[in-house]
């Protein structure tokens, strides 16, 4: 359907016809997202044992009702939210509970979803069967942080290991997620422009004077991975820096400001000194998406170097370029443009994914 030529040399963008489709976009959440881990937040999220909690996993999109559970051995589950007898949404807030119990006609099921118990079905043949209880969902926990996939194709592994072993010296296990700190966005725009911005630092110079301060564009670096991509944001003189990076690192003895993570195809992880922004872009339709960003900070003084004010002018900078670029790409006169070969190969690569997924 789309062809990205291997060679960032002799490469195209994705044409804007992709971003003006509405069946492109559908084919992008059945293709892409339904079968890619997705953040779904900590372990924090079931504090105690006996607990539930709720959520929708990407909302407008995916939309699929989920329940994260902790039951009384401490074992978490990610089950269905609904129940198998009439599709009734089985738990509406988060809680204690030692039970799911449907408020419809009284089924009951186990914290790890197995069918408890049901009014009235006693003359029912071949009752129950494995298609009464609860469809459990690929959970996966990385220390504190916790990925659902609905239908994996992939292993967490296959996707994270990259990350994992490069980053298994960042002290994830004492970071707090601060609520305050955290922001949810709304933007005009399809969902991949917005990647698009955030996997080059390109742009950095011309749209964000605050941010390029801290960094030294000449020793700006991208790594590509097979689902993944590094943005190696190296600190100019006098910002702030990692003063703890191990020697067996590949990055031991550079003034690092910020380790930027994309993962395929809508999560970015941004490790700083002060802790992780974790940022989840939700497609709501191609003109609109939603992006949430989460903070973790550090239970120390290494807290101190953040700033919500400047992650938040960040957004707005972002924000306003993506926001043109959707609109100049319903231009009668743009189809595609070209890859900066030394500039945009996280943009290529990302492109070549999204092509080649919709390929297969």
């Known amino acids: 359907m789309f062809d990205i030529h291997p060679d960032i040399r002799k490469a195209s963008t994705l044409p804007a016809r992709f971003y003006q489709s509405d069946d492109v976009f559908q084919q992008l959440i059945d293709l892409v997202f339904k079968s890619n881990w997705h953040f779904i937040g900590d372990i924090n999220l079931v504090p105690e044992l006996n607990y539930a909690h709720p959520f929708i996993l990407l909302p ?139 996997l080059e630092g390109f742009h950095v110079p011309f749209v964000h004077p605050g941010l390029n301060e801290h960094l ?20 100019s003189p006098g910002s702030p820096s990692f003063q703890s990076i191990p020697e067996d690192s590949p990055y031991a003895g550079k003034d690092i400001f910020a380790f930027y993570w994309w993962v395929f195809p809508n999560l970015m992880l941004n490790f700083y000194t002060w ?24 239970n120390d003084k290494r807290a101190v170097d953040f700033s919500k004010e400047d992650i938040h002018q960040t957004e ?3 924000e306003v370029v993506v926001e043109r670029v959707h609109q100049g790409l319903k231009s009668q006169f743009y189809t595609r443009g070209r890859f900066s070969p030394t500039k945009e190969t996280g943009v290529h690569h990302f492109h070549r994914l999204l092509a080649n997924a919709l390929s297969d």
């Open 275 to 298: 802790g992780l922004s974790v940022n989840v872009v939700e497609p709501i339709d191609r003109n609109h998406t939603r992006v949430h960003f989460k903070t973790y900070l550090f």
């Open 216 to 235: 030294d564009q000449k020793e700006y670096d991208t790594e590509l991975y097979p689902y993944a991509s590094l943005q190696l944001g190296v600190a």
């Open 60 to 198: 407008n999109s995916i939309n699929e009702p989920l329940i994260l559970t902790r039951n009384k051995q401490g074992i978490l589950n990610c089950l269905s939210n609904v129940c198998t007898h009439r599709g009734m949404i089985l738990i509406e807030k988060p809680g204690p509970v030692r039970v799911l119990s449907c408020s419809y006609h009284g089924r009951c099921f186990s914290l790890d979803g197995q069918f408890k118990s049901m009014p009235s079905f006693n003359d029912a043949e071949h009752f129950p069967s494995d298609d009464d209880h609860l469809n459990h969902i690929s959970l996966h926990q990385w220390e504190s942080l916790l990925f659902a996939n609905i239908s994996p194709t992939l292993s967490f592994e296959e996707i994270f290991n990259p990350i994992i072993r490069r980053m298994q010296w960042y002290d994830i296990h004492n970071l707090i997620f601060s609520e305050k700190d955290s922001h949810t966005y709304h933007i005009n725009a399809h969902w991949s422009l917005y990647c698009d911005n955030f």
């Open 316 to 318: 707005l900078e972002d």
